[in-house]
């Protein structure tokens, strides 16, 4: 049974899209279809899929930068689908975050292969669905946080950052990495970091005054310290803190298809 894996489809071809969409339902898959990065952006915001096929050239953008964008975000394998043929294309596409590379057009059986072969990537994938660090848990589905047993509210962008600084483990970051990496766009201003940063810290900081879990290095950036969420857990709990823990969450047709 492939039910466990949820598919993105983001293709501005409306044709294209249902009829992928189609053929992915009838094999098992639970999907979700997008026509724009717009739209894509929005449905990541509530849901991360297991596998994300995107065509390079959409309404809004590029689906190269949707790969970039995506890469830090979560760990979806990605199927890019694409008319740019040339060997460079491809490179450029794989290079950019996509997994796998289908050139238009191309025939449902061959698509559905790859689907296939990529899906088994996804079950045996060590994907976390949450990362647990004692009073601090990150659901990764839900893009939710919880604090002491209590969600908090958080921003999509205090969370792609929070993702982001923790997805780092305990590397410190600077200021450009953190807005190439958790920004869904092009920023050149350094004061947005540390203005989410800020906000990040009375959310979700024990004492946000002195901070310990969301570090300031100097002359560099930030870095988050797991290391403090786990001893305050267990200080409070009077037990050893365990380490931070991860919880994993066809019908063939022969004529050639993506013109």
């Not at 869904?184 to 979700?204: F, G």
């Not at 950036?221 to 994993?248: C, I, L």
């Amino acid at each position: 049974m492939l039910t466990s894996i949820f598919v993105e489809i983001i293709e501005g071809n409306p044709h294209l899209r249902s009829l992928l969409g189609w053929h992915l339902q009838q094999a098992g898959y639970t999907v979700h279809q997008s026509a724009d990065l717009r739209q894509a952006r929005e449905y990541f915001k509530s849901r991360l899929p297991n596998l994300v096929i995107i065509d390079s050239e959409l309404p809004d953008g590029e689906g190269i930068e949707f790969c970039r964008w995506l890469q830090p975000q979560c760990q979806s394998l990605v199927l890019m689908l694409s008319a740019r043929n040339t060997e460079s294309d491809i490179v450029e596409g794989l290079k950019a975050g996509a997994d796998d590379y289908l050139t238009k057009p191309f025939g449902m059986q061959e698509f559905l292969a790859r689907v296939e072969a990529l899906s088994r990537r996804c079950r045996s994938a060590i994907a976390p669905a949450s990362l647990d660090y004692g009073f601090l848990k990150i659901d990764l589905i839900q893009r939710r946080v919880c604090v002491k047993e209590a969600y908090i509210d958080l921003t999509p962008q205090e969370f792609s950052l929070l993702y982001v600084l923790a997805q780092a483990s305990g590397s410190p970051l600077s200021r450009s990495e953190l807005l190439r990496r958790a920004w869904p766009d092009e920023i050149d201003n350094h004061r947005t970091v540390d203005t989410h940063v800020l906000s990040l810290r009375k959310k979700i900081e024990i004492d946000p005054r002195q901070p310990s879990l969301i570090q300031t290095v100097r002359n560099v950036g930030y870095r988050f310290n797991a290391d403090v969420s786990e001893r305050t857990h267990s200080h409070s709990a009077h037990a050893g803190a365990p380490p931070p823990r991860t919880n994993p969450s066809t019908q063939p047709v022969s004529r050639m298809i993506g013109h």
